[in-house]
């Protein structure tokens, strides 16, 4: 199994530098997580319906899982793990000196930090004004001769300034362009205190062209790659991260994500399980051994193994997914299994997106209509997926299973976050330890 120590290469960023500036969070510190579909979010759509934006999900979950696939098998054609039309949560960020306050997307599938700045001579129109690194005293441009420089993805040809290009494309052609550089984050944590960390690597985007949204601004990445803002961040925060997502049906509320010692998840039913991470996929997995209803002793076998080993993982675990993807003959299975237990009408998906709905026009609590607990077995932590986790409603008389198959986009499984709502969810990148404890993210 690799271990998190092989991804601590010699950046230019010292972790010891960072230390006397985190002094003031001794005891960590947190950034508030907001919905993409939350009124406090910059794409929030008043006329949007739960219909629409549950239509919505379905589509960027598959394109998400799609990418995973392609960036998997990726030889010299390599995209970026950027995602910046399929984000699910937004965390406010400050850069520069003096700081700029704007909303970027957080993602545990993708590692490089990026925004767009300006000059941008031929960029995708955004609604919040582009950053402008030369009305900051902090920012600067990391030369060719850097050993940062190699740890992007894809990187361009040096610029006469010997400067470190980068230029990320994508499958569909879309692309952004730019350079490496350093600069001053500041996160808003207890009220009145802010935590500046200097020479944060990022990339400024100078060019851009495709399917982006205009609504974005950026994105932090917390994967496992060299320039994710976790690994950047390192000993400063002991490698440590944590998640509360709030469910999808209260969207005015905010959940939160912990840096350092504020990010230990521990009590009486948290459960611990490996992160498994590799040189060449930035993004996180988890070996899932099979999944149960309701206790049925006769569980599913999870059989969908990362490059033929469980040893290796087999499902990533990914905040920007919002439905859980699997393969379809197990998928089949949990449809089998469910259909016997739930006793509800079957109701069909008019677009056939969801393989398994219930009409629940006449049941007033989801937990009224017999609908049962599903649990993924990990390695060493039983996970359990409430009608919460694992449900979505498709209308108001219609109940649909949160899950979909793989087929046609690869062997990728994916853990989504509706399954990962309502859980304290503890990543520990120096163990390599994932925990999930099941609490109230809306407080």
Not at 39 to 45: E, F, T, W
Not at 47 to 60: K, Q, Y
Not at 222 to 232: F, M
Not at 279 to 293: A, G, M
Request: hydrophobic letters at 35%; one cysteine or more; glycine letters at 6%.
């Amino acid at each position: 199994m690799e271990t998190f120590s092989l991804f601590f290469l010699a950046l230019s960023v010292s972790v010891a530098g960072l230390l006397p500036f985190l002094s003031t969070a001794t005891s960590g510190f947190y950034v508030d997580l907001i919905h993409r579909d939350s009124p406090l979010s910059p794409s929030y759509d008043s006329s949007s319906t739960p219909v629409s934006r549950l239509r919505a999900s379905f589509h960027r979950s598959r394109g998400r899982a799609a990418y995973f696939l392609r960036a998997a098998n990726r030889t010299t054609d390599i995209h970026s793990k950027i995602f910046p039309n399929n984000y699910e949560y937004l965390m406010t960020i400050s850069i520069g000196t003096p700081p700029i306050k704007t909303l970027a997307i957080v993602d545990t599938g993708s590692d490089l930090i990026w925004l767009q700045c300006t000059p941008c001579n031929q960029c995708y129109t955004q609604l919040s004004p582009l950053f402008d690194p030369t009305a900051s005293s902090s920012y600067n441009t990391v030369p060719c001769s850097d050993s940062a420089c190699t740890a992007l993805p894809q990187y361009g040809d040096c610029s006469s300034k010997s400067n470190c290009n980068y230029q990320y494309s994508y499958g569909d052609g879309s692309y952004v362009i730019g350079e490496l550089a350093t600069e001053t984050f500041s996160f808003d944590s207890i009220p009145n205190q802010q935590v500046n960390v200097p020479n944060i690597l990022f990339g400024c985007t100078h060019e851009s062209q495709g399917t982006f949204d205009k609504k974005g601004a950026g994105l932090v990445g917390l994967a496992g790659g060299q320039l994710s803002l976790i690994t950047q961040l390192g000993d400063a925060v002991k490698n440590k991260f944590s998640y509360c997502l709030p469910p999808l049906n209260n969207n005015s509320i905010t959940g939160r994500i912990n840096f350092g010692t504020k990010a230990v998840v521990s009590g009486p039913d948290a459960v611990i399980t490996d992160l498994i991470h590799s040189d060449t996929e930035n993004f996180f997995f988890l070996n899932l051994e099979r999944i149960s209803v309701a206790g049925d002793s006769e569980a599913i076998a999870f059989k969908s193994y990362q490059n033929g080993s469980q040893e290796e993982g087999n499902i990533i675990i990914d905040s920007g997914t919002t439905l859980t993807i699997i393969g379809d003959d197990i998928l089949q299975s949990l449809i089998t299994k469910l259909s016997t237990v739930v006793k509800l009408p079957q109701v069909s998906d008019p677009q056939e997106m969801f393989s398994l709905c219930f009409d629940v026009s006449r049941v007033e609590r989801i937990e009224d209509g017999n609908i049962p607990n599903i649990t993924f077995h990990f390695y060493g932590a039983d996970v359990v997926l409430k009608p919460l986790n694992a449900f979505m409603n498709l209308d108001e008389r219609t109940l649909c299973l949160a899950m979909i198959s793989n087929a046609g986009i690869g062997d990728t499984s994916i853990f989504g976050n509706v399954a990962q709502q309502n859980f304290n969810i503890a990543y520990d990148l120096s163990a390599m330890k994932l925990t999930l404890e099941p609490a109230d993210c809306t407080g």
